[in-house]
């Protein structure tokens, strides 16, 4: 059974470093053509996409946060780690990290498909 | 990036109802999307992948169709579980983005 689920701050002031943990089982971080994601929903709001990791390392970032944003593997931990550097406000959200699954496209570059199965979600606060 | 306009944003059902629910991509997507229920308090669950593909698990009254711009997601013989909200997901273009959703009640 596959399962993932995140740990982190629930409160982080204004301008810290948020750092969240995916902890996984069920499927390895360096194997069988699955990657992890974090996703992140305001309150009251819809799904934002924010990083990919995938099998083979690649990773990629939403354009609009790409500059504050690391995610990184400890496989031998299980692990994914989410870095959101520069927090404010409106980085107040349920954060998820899901697995997703990947393919090559016709240039060789990694895309997520569909995002299965989800975290519970944590939920961050920033605020003084 | 790819826009998905979903609508309706909400919509007032009944038990035994059946439902569609519409996205629009802002470009050629071909198949590339995805539908997940997020029922109150939970997180998001995989319904359909890649258009039309029912995920395992997911009871046969649910239901995707559509490419290129147009989709949709049609839930017939509608059950009190299903009151929940529907999102639409494009991975075709980067970066992936999601519809507004659509809130059954």
């Known amino acids: 059974q596959v399962t993932l689920k995140e740990s982190g701050p629930v409160l982080v002031k204004p301008t810290a470093t948020l750092t969240l943990t995916c902890s996984i089982s069920?499927?390895?971080?360096?194997?069988?053509?699955?990657?992890v994601s974090w996703l992140r929903q305001p309150p009251g709001k819809g799904l934002e996409w924010l990083a990919h990791?995938?099998?083979?390392?690649?990773?990629s970032y939403s354009p609009s946060l790409r500059t504050r944003l690391t995610i990184s593997k400890d496989t031998s931990k299980s692990q994914v780690v989410l870095k959101m550097i520069n927090v404010a406000p409106e980085d107040t959200a349920t954060y998820y990290c899901?697995?997703?699954?990947?393919?090559?496209?016709?240039?060789?570059?990694?895309?997520?498909?569909?995002?299965?199965?989800w975290g519970q979600g944590t939920q961050v606060t920033v605020s003084a | 990036d790819v826009q998905m306009t979903q609508s309706p944003s909400s919509l007032s059902v009944s038990v035994g109802d059946s439902v569609t629910i519409t996205c629009r991509a802002s470009?050629?997507?071909?198949?590339?999307v995805n539908w997940y229920q997020q029922r109150p308090g939970k997180a998001p669950k995989l319904l359909v992948f890649?258009?039309?593909r029912l995920q395992d698990g997911v009871p046969p009254r649910f239901g995707g169709s559509g490419s290129q711009t147009h989709f949709t997601l049609t839930i017939n013989n509608l059950q009190p579980e299903d009151s929940a909200t529907y999102y639409c997901?494009?991975?075709?273009?980067?970066?992936?983005?999601f519809g507004q959703g659509t809130r059954l009640e």
């Open positions: 997901h494009q991975y075709y273009g980067a970066p992936d983005t």
């Open positions: 470009q050629d997507i071909y198949t590339y």
């Open positions: 069920g499927f390895s971080l360096n194997t069988d053509s699955a990657g």
């Open positions: 899901a697995r997703v699954a990947e393919r090559v496209t016709s240039y060789g570059v990694r895309r997520g498909n569909w995002f299965d199965p």
């Open positions: 890649a258009a039309s």
């Open positions: 990791i995938f099998s083979n390392d690649d990773k």
